[in-house]
């Protein structure tokens, strides 16, 4: 089947960006390699010249992005391509052009696990086909060697010091040739040869076929995920990611502290993604939620450096490569949650009381009422404490009322409201914050059941010293002065009472003398 623009088309298309399975994104260059592409080496490139008509579009796409990363990449891709019979140069070049832009070569392993490319057993010894196009560090030092002038500040660029370190660690000839070299230039030697140990200390170059290791973090549990291919994560440096400097892997910081996702979220309701970071920061963790689209976007995720999240505009595009990269190598292993902003019915659930399985809460709870939506106290005192109140007929309607709330919904019911006057200190708030305890705790700390009603500001400059001391404890829904001597005295006792409403490790005895 043609597809129309060059290629055939399948039933079941692929697409070669692979995310964590693609070598590493290579800075600073319009080619990866610096030398011609040889298919002798690469057995899939070898079948695309000699039987075209059998290689897929995938797989005939996913050779482009390694072959085009060489120095003539885009005239051999022509050339190994041109033999198809519905061969188009437009498409051909189209392709050719999108995989320079992206520079993602594709790896040996999604070619042949993926794209389902049978390649002999044990493989090339390499990573993806492209590699066969890199300079060897030996040819790279004799290139160095054989330049016709070398000045003093060739042979003092980080690249001739990386070199240089190589070969005098495995190439002792070619380092004794390149020191004369060297003294040609006006360079000392004992500098030079500083410089060089320098570069050998800070310099650990990656294997190219390294495996991926467990993220070992202390102070956080990410059940067995691995550092994602082409990054290394530790509390000391951050997160790495690799660079390629003349074909040479480094290790390039890209935040300096670890960032892990450790939670993945999906809305009951709209079916929306969030993703919950873990970040290192002030020699503590925190964690944030955000939805997919803001952490995945390098021009959002930099609305969340105000949380303390390491990122700005000069590295948010390497950390959503990274998050992406992550993400695809641990999604066995990140914890998957459904998630709520608000509470109630879900189908034959009830948030936060009765549900099939953990449901995590992602809206705003600045108020604290989810945290107070808890089972707190002593029931049996709870039930004491119901039955007194009801006695009173409006407290029990009010209590009923509470009970009855979420079958409201079930029942198809409209919201009913009841509105309670009665005479001022006669309970009416504590009645109402008993009936909401039926869910969870009505005071959320920062208030108390008995202790001083809450008076106006203005009221503070009338105070004397003994009255002013009722702001040593928390304020109450009901008084002292309501629960016991309402009807034995006047309003003006309630300053009285507040007076043995004891502040926390304060003595008794002391407030009762005063």
């Known amino acids: 089947m043609f597809n129309g623009r060059g290629r055939r088309a399948h039933s079941r298309r692929q697409d070669c960006s692979i995310g964590a399975e693609s070598v590493p994104n290579f800075s600073g260059r319009a080619a990866l390699a610096q030398r011609n592409m040889h298919m002798e080496h690469c057995f899939a490139l070898q079948q695309m010249v000699e039987d075209p008509e059998s290689i897929s579009e995938p797989l005939w796409r996913a050779l482009c992005t390694n072959v085009v990363l060489t120095t003539d990449g885009s005239e051999k891709f022509h050339e190994w391509s041109s033999p198809y019979s519905n061969y188009s140069y437009e ?10 832009a992206a520079k993602k070569p594709c790896t040996c392993k999604y070619i042949c696990e993926k794209l389902g490319f049978n390649c002999p057993e044990g493989g090339c010894g390499v990573k993806a086909p ?7 560090k030996e040819e790279q030092i004799h290139n160095l060697l054989n330049k016709d002038t070398l000045t003093a500040e060739d042979v003092l660029e980080e690249y001739a010091l990386k070199l240089a370190a190589y070969a005098k660690e495995h190439c002792p000839a070619d380092y004794s040739r390149l020191k004369l070299r060297v003294k040609k230039t006006g360079v000392g030697l004992r500098d030079f040869e500083h410089a060089v140990r320098s570069e050998i200390e800070k310099f650990t170059p990656l294997e190219f076929n390294v495996v991926p290791s467990e993220i070992v973090l202390d102070g956080i549990e990410l059940g067995g995920a691995k550092e994602p291919t082409g990054y290394t994560l530790s509390l000391e440096d951050g997160v790495k990611s690799v660079c390629y400097e003349e074909s040479v892997p480094v290790n390039v910081c890209l ?8 939670g993945r979220l999906e809305n009951i309701d709209t079916g929306q993604e969030k993703m919950e970071l873990s970040y290192y920061r002030n020699s503590r963790w925190k964690t944030l939620i955000a ?6 976007s390098k021009n959002a995720l930099i609305r969340l450096a105000d949380s ?13 490569r990274y998050l992406t990269a992550y993400e695809a190598a641990n999604s066995a292993v990140i914890p998957f949650t459904r ?13 936060p009381y009765a549900t099939n399985s953990e449901i995590a809460y992602e809206g705003d709870d600045s108020d604290g009422i989810i945290g107070a939506l808890r089972e707190h106290g002593d029931y049996d005192l709870w039930l004491k404490t119901a039955a007194e109140l009801r006695k009173s007929p409006f407290a029990r309607a009010m209590l009923a009322g509470s009970f009855a709330s979420p079958l409201l919904e079930q029942l198809q019911h409209r919201t009913v409201l009841g509105h309670w006057w009665h005479n001022t200190r006669s309970g009416k708030t504590a009645a109402l914050k008993f009936c909401l305890s039926v869910y969870g705790d009505p005071i959320k700390g920062d208030m108390a059941v008995v202790g001083p009603r809450p008076l106006l500001v203005q009221y503070l400059p009338r105070y004397n010293a003994h009255q002013a001391r009722r702001h040593e404890v928390r304020p109450g829904f009901t008084g002292l002065y309501e629960k016991c001597f309402y009807e034995l005295y006047p309003l003006s006792g309630t300053f009285d009472s507040d007076g043995y409403v004891r502040p926390a490790g304060q003595d008794q005895n002391q407030n009762k003398k005063e």
């Not at 498409?91 to 320079?100: D, H, L, N, P, V």
């Not at 492209?130 to 060897?136: G, K, N």
């Open 291 to 296: 939805p997919r689209s803001t952490l995945l």
């Open 255 to 262: 935040c300096h502290e670890p960032v892990v996702i450790t």
């Open 130 to 136: 492209v590699v066969f196009s890199l300079y060897t």
């Open 91 to 100: 498409e051909t070049e189209y392709k050719i052009q999108r995989a320079i």
């Open 308 to 320: 303390g999240l390491p990122v700005s505009s000069d590295n948010a595009e390497g950390v959503v």
């Open 339 to 351: 998630s709520i902003d608000r509470i109630g019915w879900l189908g034959r659930e009830f948030y």
